[in-house]
């Protein structure tokens, strides 16, 4: 049975979806590469074995872990629970080289408790630089109202995390992180910018908010102990998904080779935005 699909970009490979199975418990890109071959994801890193990739990973949704790892319970911390969902894969709306359209249903028992509709695509933008186009649409087609957390909102200051999340490699120097209003990890972190970059050895990753939603959600970035960044659908507070009411995010992402500077990541930002 085929589980995999394969995604190109200007007729070069430079991704590989898992949809299919799910054993651990949502579909994921991995490898990612820039135009050049650099792989810029990563798969089960030993310091944190339920990173994979790019996904979109919540660790609370209703108080079900579609996360992974263990869940943060409120005076108590990391702990291990019986508590995890499943994102299974529904079906293809549309399936290209260059991008699909997919259905998913997030599962927890034999509870559906989202339907979601994910577009990705890429687009080139230069002989060096390609987009990632990934938005996502979180319908509640249930008869109760339900809301989304992360650890911050269970009580664990700073890890907001939960949303769009993007695994990158861990090399023997940390990465370095900037977005246009400041360069690091404690300028960056937990603030919504337009955009924010993360560099590493030969490769360049931008990520913009492509919707005005997506643009007032913080960021949540990890340099020293793992290199990840994504947006947080609950840094600071739950989210509410009331009874048939859908949450909509996108996020494009520049994968270049090479170190950008700040004028750079910028230019390609509007460019991919736009592309």
């Known amino acids: ?5 394969l995604l190109s970009c200007a007729g070069r490979p430079v991704g590989r979806y898992t949809y299919l199975p799910a054993p651990d418990g949502r579909p994921y890109l991995h490898p990612v590469t820039t135009l050049g071959g650099t792989p810029v994801t990563e798969e089960h890193p030993a310091d ?10 919540v660790p609370d949704v209703a108080g079900h872990n579609f996360w992974g790892g263990r869940t943060f319970v409120r005076d108590q911390g990391p702990t291990a629970l019986d508590n995890h969902g499943i994102q299974r894969h529904l079906g293809w709306k549309l399936r290209d ?35 990632l186009d990934f938005s996502f649409s979180l319908t509640n087609r249930g008869t109760s109202d339900l809301s ?39 300028a960056v972190h937990g603030h919504p910018a337009d955009w924010v970059a993360m560099s590493g050895d030969g490769w360049t990753l931008v990520f913009a908010g492509a919707t005005e939603e997506t643009r007032q959600d913080p960021w949540f970035v990890r340099t020293t102990e ?3 960044v994504g947006s947080s ?29 700040r004028d750079g990541a910028a230019a390609y930002v509007r460019r991919a935005v736009t592309a």
């Not at 990173?51 to 990973?57: E, F, I, K, N, Y």
């Not at 080289?97 to 695509?121: K, M, Q, Y």
């Not at 907001?160 to 900037?178: D, I, L, M, N, Q």
């Open 1 to 5: 049975m085929t589980t995999t699909a």
């Open 48 to 57: 944190h074995l339920h990173h994979l990739g790019t996904s979109v990973a």
């Open 97 to 131: 080289p260059d991008g699909f359209v997919e259905e998913l249903s997030w599962e927890a028992g034999d509870t559906e408790l989202l339907r979601e509709h994910r577009t990705v695509a890429t687009a080139e933008l230069s002989a060096t630089a390609w987009a």
């Open 148 to 186: 989304i957390g992360s650890p911050a909102t269970n009580g664990r200051p700073g890890a907001g995390y939960g949303g769009f999340f993007w695994r990158a490699p861990k090399e023997p120097s940390a990465p370095a992180v900037f977005s246009g209003r400041g360069d690091g990890e404690d």
């Open 226 to 228: 793992y290199p990840g």
């Open 233 to 261: 659908l609950a840094a600071a507070r739950r989210l509410p998904v009331p009874a048939g009411a859908t949450v909509v995010r996108r996020v494009v992402t520049v994968i270049a080779d090479g170190r950008l500077d």
